[in-house]
């Protein structure tokens, strides 16, 4: 234009022809939808993603001119590929879609978040671009030919999917953007991605260190029916795609063999990586270190680097995962490796949080986004599949069923407690279809047998069906054992019952830091290991996954759920013919909403099972069959409106369910960032946030204080500013003030006076 060349990006002098970004990306975006047999529409919106940056104005300000105007690159290509086909044809909108949200985030049709896609496309941005003679051949290109929903022909059923298919092309065409830009700006940065080891490799390592580890296990019944699961695991992978389920009771062995069948499965259906969605970080990162080096006993991982016999290594898992800090001083190449593969999920094994997964499923941002369609043709594990929140159970088993039948997943539900997620799900004031009771396959073929085989816990309900009088009578029942864990319900009351305990008593709750409460698990377990006197008070939070080994614990009247997760850390390693469960009426209310729920059905089984409760599959699906028909929503986020009401149409509001689509609900919650001394390791982040406290609004500093937060309601921090007690350095950022050492205490954790009100956050 007037002389001037098109250009996409300039970088140091050197500068980038558009025509060459938009044939690289959309070369690179078609090599994404190979998977699912539609790379031409994805070649499509590439070629076409940036054709508003041939517009003279923005031509002039890439070239460092003035621009009389300000140009959204990003209308054009959409206006123009969206007048070339019927409008009346919904998938005529799909293109437009993604590339007109290619940096703002996928658009809402109607008037949302931002501008809608139906005021878009009313514009016309592109006429004039029509006469640049370079762009004759890209905007020449044919159309997509290829069926939508390429792995099957679309049908009113698969409809449902509809979106989730819009999301997947908008993945490959904003990683293969991001990829191609950082490329040329950045081209060490590009160089650094990949490199990991393949899946057969990876399945050869396991092999060996599970051999290795199956020698030197002294022989033992648990270890029998340990490698029995493991075999069910190697042999059920053959099977075709789909949903399985490994309902296998606490201590069975569910974190290895899990990925034992993952492995074998991945290989022999061309499967091209693995990922672990878990609850909570804590059992992430306890996941993470077995993943890496075959064991999270930390003793135990400094012996097996010394000797080599780790497992995967660190540099084929990664972890993401709010809590871990990418910017240790050790390893930054590595560290800087992982950080990159956490934007678009290119390692091989990755272990993540439902959050992670689940809220990126249903976003609309392209930094968000970009990983979606590296879990095309993927093992997906659910760990503690019962931690789904159900209010949002609906969209998720929707986009579950999606994954599997368009895009080549196999899920893996895995727990101890298998919830009802087949077939109808709930009453008749809320109900929705869960996954087709044909379609999940049981890895272990009699669950009922595995789990008298595996029972190592007795439920002892004599303090079940009345209240105890108060916390005083509770601690004098803890203060009878030496090794005792009890779970309460509200953090309120694990700080009341730890306040009445002996000195020397381990309190948890999600008032610690992350850093804190790694530290005391770690403690906990020595003291276990060691035989010594170990007393705990804890919120639910030590429940999932946490790998420790108490013989008896205590549990507050909870969904059955919750109770059997309770037992799991009850003589785990079957070293007692039997521990205790004991299950009592606490003296304060259950809070209000889905825990009492589940504790109500948990207190009709008690009435109903005259002769005592006993942890079986039979069990679980009774509670979860009763608790699911007490529920009132199961779409808390408006899938159904959003998603699905107008999809014949495809009129979506991506935008606006991206916004509401918070798996854990922090609206009412904000971080505050704490000053923390770790009287085990001797790190402390005060320089950090004394660097926060000056100014300094690094990402690297935000990422290494995410270890140091504590979640408190809104109301409570805006009342600790006005006092002075904790400041805010930053719009939304809130720290502990510098001069005040006792608002967190080690061991204790956030203690303000008015963090005793806290009654109803149950972490």
Known sequence: MDGMELIAHKNEGASQ??????????????SFAESFNNADWAYCAGLLHDLGKADKEWQKYIHGEKSSTGVNHSEAGAQYVYSRLNPKDPFSKVIPYLIAGHHAGLPDWYDGNGNSLQSILDKNSYSALLKVPCLKEIL????PQSVPFGRNKPSSELLEHFHLWIRMLYSCL????????????????????????SLNELKEKFDRFMHGKTAASAPSRINEIRNSVLESCREKAKL???????????????????????????IRHGKKRIIMAIPYTSIIEQTSKVYKYGTDDDTKIAEYKKTGKILFGEENVLEHHCSFDFDRDDESRLLKKQRLATENWDAPIIVTTNVQLFESLFNAHSSSCRKLHNLGDSVIILDEVQMLPPEYLKSILSVLRGLVQCFGVTVVLCTATQPALEGRIGSDTAQFDGIPKDQITPIIDNPMELAEQLERVKINTDYAKDKMSDWQAVADK???FEQVLCIVQTRKNCRELHGLMPEGTFHLSALMCAEERSDIISDIKDKLRDGKPCRVISTQLVECGVDIDFPVVFRALAGMDSVAQSAGRCNREGKMQCGTVYLFNPPADCPPGLLRKGADVTKELLESHDGGLTLTPELYKEYFTKYFTRLNDFDKCDFDGMMQKERMCARFQFRTLSEDYH?????????????YHSPKTGTDNINLLTSLHSGEFDKCVFRKLARYSVNLPIDEVKELVNSGRIEQPLEGVFMQSLSDDSLYQTGLGFVADSAQSYETYIF
């Open 174 to 197: 904003v990683d293969a953007d991001f990829l191609d830009t950082e490329k040329f700006m950045q081209p060490e940065q590009y160089e650094s991605r990949g490199g990991y080891a």
């Open 478 to 480: 803890l203060c009878e």
């Open 140 to 143: 020449s290109h044919t159309l």
């Open 240 to 266: 075709s795609p789909g949903f399985f389920s490994l309902n296998v009771p606490t201590g069975g062995g569910k974190t290895l063999s899990s990925m034992a069948f993952a492995l074998e499965h991945a």
């Open 17 to 30: 022809s558009l025509v060459e970004h938009l044939k690289n990306v959309a070369q690179k975006a078609s």
């Open 663 to 675: 798996l854990i609900e922090n609206a009412y919650q904000t971080s505050v960032y704490v000053h």
